[in-house]
C-alpha cells in the first residue's frame, strides 16, 4: 500500500539489529488517519470473506484494529498479556514469546467473547518472527473460531513468519513488507505488492469507469 | 451519557469488591460503535478546547483514544507500561500503581512525542482512584504540555480519584459515573449527568432549531 511505504520511508527509522522504529505514527504515536486508511484498505481486501470479529492482541494492535472494525461492522477482541482479576477463570491462553521485550507472556482471551460461530479477522502491527500470530491463532483455534485471514501492517519481509503462515495456507495481507534495510544508509526496499501491481493501483478502476 | 449508562445496565456486570465488569463492550472485547458515539460525546463537549492530541496508556484506553481521536482530528500518543528495546532512552517516566493488576508499573512516554506546544486530552476508559490519570499527569507536566481535560468511559463515582481531580481544578468528563452499585442485585445508580439534564437531552436542541 503506497500510503503507509512512502510513511515509513519518510518517519521510520532503521535502527541496527534489524529495527525498524514506526514509533511515531503507529506504536507509540498513532496518526489516526493512517489507520483508518490502514482499515479501509484491509475491508476492501477482506470484502465477502465473512468476518465476524476481529482479533488482535495488546498493546499496539488495538487502536489498528479498532480503526479497521469500524470499515468492517463487527466488534474487536483484544487478547491480554497477563492474568488479571478482572478477567473470569473462564479463558483460553497461550504463551507468546516476545522478542521486543525478550520475555514470554500468557496470552488469554475470554471463553465469552470467541467462539465456534465467529470468523475472525486476525490484525496486529507487525509481522516479524510471527510469535505473537501463532498465539492468536492457537487461542482461536481453542475456541473452534475460523479464520478469514491476517492483516498486517508492517511485515518484515526478511524474518520468517510471514512466508511461514502463507506456506500453510493461511491468508496474510501485508499493506507493507520490508524486504531489505540498511541501517547506515536509512534506505529500505519494499517487495511489490501484487494487490496493488495487478490492479494497476490502490483502488483499482471501477469497471464502469473503464473507457 | 444516556447511552454508556443503559449499555452498562444491560450488559456490565457488579462483582463483589465494588468490581464492575464491562469487558463484554469496552475492555476485552469492544463495541467500536459504542466508542465511535463516545468519542463524538468528548468532542462536542471539548470543542474549542484547543486539544492538539490525545494521551492514554495502555492497554484498552488505546481503543477508547483512537476511535475519539478521529473527532479531534489529532493524533494520539499511548503511554507504555515497560522499558522496550524499541524506545530510545529519551524518554518521560512515573510510575503508576494498578489495583487491578496488583502491581506497579513504570510508565513512559518519547519526549519526541510530548512538548511544550501540546495541548493534551487526556482519556481512559476507568476512573477509580485515579492513579493512572496521576500518571498522566505527571508526563504531562515533565513535557511542559497543557492539559485540556481529562475524558472518562466509566467513573466510579464512590471512590476517591474524579472528585480529588475536580478539586484540583481539572476538568474532568466522565459520560458515565456510577455512584452506587450492589453485588447481589446488580443494581447500579449512575450520577445525575449535568451536561445532560442541563441542556435537555445528549444533544441539546440548536439555537436555530428552538421556536
Same mark, same amino acid.
Given at each position: 500500500?503506497? %500510503?503507509?511505504?512512502?510513511?515509513?520511508?519518510?518517519?521510520? #527509522?532503521?535502527?541496527?539489529?534489524?529495527?525498524?522504529? #514506526? $514509533?511515531?505514527?503507529?506504536? *507509540?504515536q498513532? /496518526?489516526?488517519?493512517? %489507520?483508518?486508511?490502514?482499515g479501509?484498505?484491509? =475491508?476492501?481486501?477482506?470484502?465477502?470473506?465473512?468476518?465476524?470479529?476481529? %482479533?488482535?492482541? @495488546?498493546?499496539?494492535?488495538?487502536?489498528?484494529?479498532?480503526?479497521?472494525?469500524? *470499515?468492517? &461492522?463487527?466488534?474487536?477482541?483484544?487478547?491480554?498479556?497477563?492474568?488479571?482479576?478482572?478477567?473470569?477463570?473462564?479463558?483460553?491462553?497461550?504463551?507468546?514469546?516476545?522478542?521486543? *521485550?525478550?520475555?514470554?507472556? $500468557?496470552? %488469554?482471551?475470554?471463553?465469552?467473547?470467541? &467462539?465456534?460461530?465467529?470468523?475472525?479477522?486476525?490484525?496486529? /502491527?507487525?509481522?516479524?518472527?510471527?510469535?505473537?500470530? @501463532?498465539?492468536?491463532?492457537?487461542? =482461536?483455534?481453542?475456541?473452534?473460531?475460523?479464520?478469514?485471514?491476517?492483516?498486517?501492517?508492517?511485515?518484515k &519481509?526478511?524474518?520468517?513468519?510471514? $512466508? =511461514?503462515?502463507?506456506?500453510?495456507?493461511?491468508?496474510? @495481507?501485508?499493506?507493507?513488507?520490508? /524486504?531489505?534495510?540498511?541501517?547506515a544508509?536509512?534506505?529500505?526496499?519494499?517487495?511489490? /505488492?501484487?494487490?496493488?501491481?495487478?490492479?494497476?493501483?490502490?483502488?483499482p478502476?471501477?469497471?464502469?469507469?473503464?473507457?
Amino acid at each position: 500500500m503506497k %500510503l503507509l511505504e512512502e510513511r515509513i520511508r519518510r518517519d521510520g #527509522v532503521v535502527k541496527p539489529g534489524s529495527v525498524l522504529k #514506526v $514509533d511515531a505514527f503507529l506504536n *507509540h504515536q498513532m /496518526d489516526v488517519a493512517l %489507520l483508518d486508511a490502514l482499515g479501509a484498505e484491509w =475491508a476492501r481486501r477482506f470484502a465477502g470473506a465473512g468476518v465476524s470479529k476481529i %482479533l488482535t492482541i @495488546e498493546a499496539s494492535g488495538i487502536g489498528i484494529a479498532c480503526m479497521a472494525a469500524r *470499515h468492517f &461492522g463487527v466488534p474487536v477482541v483484544f487478547a491480554k498479556k497477563s492474568q488479571s482479576i478482572n478477567i473470569d477463570g473462564d479463558v483460553y491462553t497461550t504463551k507468546v514469546q516476545s522478542y521486543t *521485550h525478550r520475555r514470554v507472556y $500468557d496470552v %488469554l482471551v475470554s471463553k465469552r467473547f470467541l &467462539g465456534p460461530a465467529d470468523r475472525v479477522l486476525i490484525l496486529d /502491527d507487525f509481522l516479524a518472527n510471527g510469535c505473537a500470530l @501463532e498465539g492468536l491463532l492457537d487461542l =482461536a483455534a481453542q475456541a473452534g473460531a475460523s479464520v478469514a485471514g491476517v492483516g498486517i501492517a508492517v511485515e518484515k &519481509g526478511f524474518q520468517r513468519g510471514g $512466508d =511461514a503462515l502463507r506456506a500453510r495456507g493461511i491468508r496474510v @495481507e501485508s499493506l507493507a513488507i520490508v /524486504d531489505t534495510m540498511d541501517p547506515a544508509s536509512g534506505a529500505i526496499t519494499f517487495r511489490p /505488492d501484487p494487490a496493488e501491481t495487478a490492479g494497476g493501483g490502490k483502488y483499482p478502476t471501477p469497471p464502469e469507469q473503464i473507457p
